[in-house]
C-alpha cells in the first residue's frame, strides 16, 4: 500500500484530466495523473492536433488543383497528392513531436506526478497501476469517449475506418463513403475530397443540423462545386465486400441505393467510455455517460467525472473546462459550469473553417421577431454585375489567395472560395445575439465573440472597437457601417443566396 494520499486521482490524462490536474495542482492541491498511453489523449494521436494538420495539407492540395498553372504559379502534377503521403508525415513527425510536448509540458514544466501504465479503479480512493496502489481524498474519471459504431453487416471489414484510423491510413481510397453528416463527417468529407478521392456522405437525418442555413449552405454549395455528393434521409443498412470493403447498402427515400467505394470513413457520434467507474456505482446515462451535476460532481461523494465521459456537449474546451470545475470543487472553491456562455463551434472545409456562436438565423427570429443581419453573402456572381471578367481564365474573378484574404476574397463577389460573414443583431436592443462566417483564421476571434454575446455586447460597442485591417473576422467594419442608424435596420439590401440544400 502506498502511504501517500493525493487530494486528488485524475484516471485518464486526456484534455480534461491534464487541465484538471494541472488546475488542482495550481490551486495548491496534490495531484496524482493516471494515464496508459499519450498525455493529452486522443489531441495530438488522430483528434484536434491532428485535424489541424490534415486540414492544412488538405487546403494545400486544394489550392494547388485550383491554381495549378494561373498567375505565377507553376502547373502542378496533381496525381502525385496523396492523404496516405501527408497522414505518414504526421505520423512520424508529429504525433512523436506533440507527445514529447505534451510530456515536457506535464512532467517536466508543470511538475505533476504521473503514474504511467493500464490504471484500475479499486475503489473510490483508491486506484492501481503497474501493480502500485495509491490512494486520494477524491477520484476524478477522465477517460474520454469512442466511436459510436452501428450494428449493420459488414462494419468489421477492412477499410471501414473511424476518425481513429484517418493518421494509420497507408493507401489512398479511390471512393469514399461517409457515414454521418455531422461535424466530423462534414469535416472528413471536405479534407479528403481535393487528394483526388471521390466522396459521398450519407447522414440518415440532417447534415449539420443545428448550424444557421447560411453555413450549411455555403458548404452543400461549395460540396456540389467540387464534386463531393451529399444524401440526407439515408438509412444505411449494410456493408458489403469480401474481406475489405466495396460498397455500401442505405434506403433513401424508400429506394435501395448501393454506394460502391473501397474505403468507409464511420462518424455517427461519440459513446463515452464510462465502463472503468461502473463498479463505483455511479449512475451512468442513456449514452454511456457519467451522470454529472453541475460541479462535475457524480452520484456518489468524492467521485467526479470530466471531460466526454461525463457526456455531451463533446468539445475540448468543455472537457478542460469540467476539469477546471472540479478542480475547484476539490479544493472547496465555487466552481460550477456556466451554462450563460455561448459554445463556439468549428468545422474545417479546407481552404477554409466555418465557425459559429450563439444563434441561428432561425433561432434569433423565433425569439426576437424582425432581427438585423449584418452579412456579407456569397454565391454566383449577380447577372448584371460589371466587369463579368477581369481576367479571362481566372474562374468566376476570385483572386488566387492562400491565407485569410480568403474571406475578403468575398467582396470579388466570385463562387471559388468566398466565404461569408453573418452577425445577428437584435434592433430593440442594437445586441448582437450570434455570428457565423467561413473562412480562415476566424474561429481566434469567436473565442472572443462568445464572451461578448454573453455580456450582451451591442452594435454600438462594436462600432467603437479597433480593427487591424485585414481581418479574418470583419464584424467591427461591417457593423460600424450602419451602427449610426438610430433605428437599426440593417444594409439597405440584401443580396439573397442561391439555395444548394436541396
Ligand atoms: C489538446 C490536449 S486537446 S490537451 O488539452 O492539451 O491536454
Given at each position: 500500500m502506498a502511504n501517500e494520499e493525493y487530494d486528488a486521482i485524475w484516471f485518464g490524462g486526456g484534455a480534461a484530466g491534464r487541465f484538471g490536474s494541472a488546475f488542482n495542482k495550481a490551486l495548491g492541491g496534490k495531484v496524482l495523473l493516471v494515464e496508459?498511453?499519450?498525455?493529452?489523449?486522443?489531441c495530438h494521436v488522430n483528434r484536434c492536433a491532428f485535424e489541424n494538420f490534415v486540414a492544412d495539407q488538405s487546403s494545400m492540395a486544394e489550392l494547388m488543383r485550383q491554381y495549378s498553372g494561373l498567375s505565377w504559379y507553376p502547373k502542378i502534377d496533381l496525381s502525385k497528392i496523396s492523404m496516405a503521403r501527408a497522414v505518414e508525415t504526421y505520423r512520424k513527425v508529429g504525433q512523436p513531436a506533440f507527445a514529447d510536448t505534451m510530456k515536457h509540458q506535464t512532467e517536466l514544466q508543470l511538475q505533476i506526478e504521473v503514474a504511467w501504465g493500464e490504471g484500475r479503479i479499486l475503489n473510490k480512493n483508491t486506484v492501481e497501476v503497474n501493480g502500485k496502489t495509491y490512494r486520494g481524498k477524491n477520484l476524478v474519471i477522465a477517460t474520454g469517449s469512442r466511436p459510436t459504431m452501428p450494428d449493420i453487416p459488414g462494419i468489421d471489414l477492412d477499410r471501414v475506418w473511424t476518425y481513429r484510423d484517418h493518421p494509420e491510413i497507408r493507401k489512398d481510397p479511390k471512393k469514399l463513403v461517409v457515414i454521418g453528416g455531422g461535424k466530423i463527417g462534414i469535416g472528413k468529407a471536405a479534407m479528403f475530397a481535393p487528394f483526388n478521392i471521390d466522396v459521398t456522405v450519407l447522414e440518415k437525418y440532417t447534415c449539420l443540423a443545428n448550424w444557421d442555413w447560411e453555413i450549411r449552405n455555403w458548404i452543400f454549395g461549395d460540396f456540389r462545386r467540387r464534386g463531393i455528393k451529399v444524401y440526407e434521409g439515408a438509412d444505411v443498412k449494410e456493408i458489403k465486400g469480401r474481406g475489405t470493403v466495396e460498397a455500401v447498402v442505405a434506403e433513401i427515400e424508400g429506394k435501395t441505393m448501393e454506394f460502391p467505394c473501397d474505403a468507409v470513413m464511420v462518424s455517427i457520434g461519440l459513446t463515452p467510455n464510462s465502463e472503468p467507474a461502473k463498479s463505483l456505482g455511479v449512475k451512468i446515462g442513456k449514452e454511456n455517460e457519467i451522470i454529472i451535476d453541475n460541479k462535475c460532481q457524480t452520484t456518489v461523494p468524492g467521485v467526479y467525472a470530466v471531460g466526454d465521459v461525463a457526456g455531451p456537449p463533446y468539445f475540448m474546451a468543455i472537457s478542460r473546462k469540467r476539469g477546471m470545475v472540479a478542480a475547484k470543487n476539490i479544493m472547496g472553491e465555487e466552481g460550477e459550469m456556466d451554462p450563460t456562455l455561448p459554445l463556439p463551434d468549428h468545422i474545417y472545409v479546407p481552404p477554409l473553417e466555418a465557425t459559429s456562436v450563439g444563434l441561428t438565423e432561425k433561432e434569433a427570429r423565433e425569439k426576437y421577431g424582425d432581427v438585423v443581419l449584418i452579412r456579407v453573402p456569397w454565391g454566383p456572381r449577380p447577372k448584371n454585375t460589371k466587369p463579368e471578367t477581369y481576367i479571362p481564365g481566372f474562374e468566376n474573378q476570385g483572386l488566387p489567395v492562400c491565407g485569410r484574404m480568403h474571406t475578403l476574397n468575398l467582396l470579388f463577389y466570385g463562387e471559388n472560395r468566398n466565404g461569408m460573414l453573418k452577425a445577428i443583431v437584435d434592433p430593440a436592443s442594437r445586441k448582437y445575439v450570434g455570428f457565423h462566417s467561413v473562412g480562415d483564421g476566424a474561429k481566434d476571434g469567436f473565442q472572443y465573440l462568445s464572451y461578448l454575446l454573453k455580456i450582451g455586447w451591442t452594435i454600438d460597442q462594436m462600432a467603437e472597437l479597433h480593427e487591424i485591417f485585414l481581418n479574418p473576422e470583419h464584424f467591427i467594419q461591417l457593423s460600424r457601417l450602419v451602427a449610426g442608424q438610430k433605428e437599426l435596420k440593417g444594409y439597405a439590401a440584401q443580396v439573397v443566396t442561391e439555395d444548394y440544400t436541396r
Open positions: 496508459k498511453k499519450h498525455l493529452g489523449g486522443e
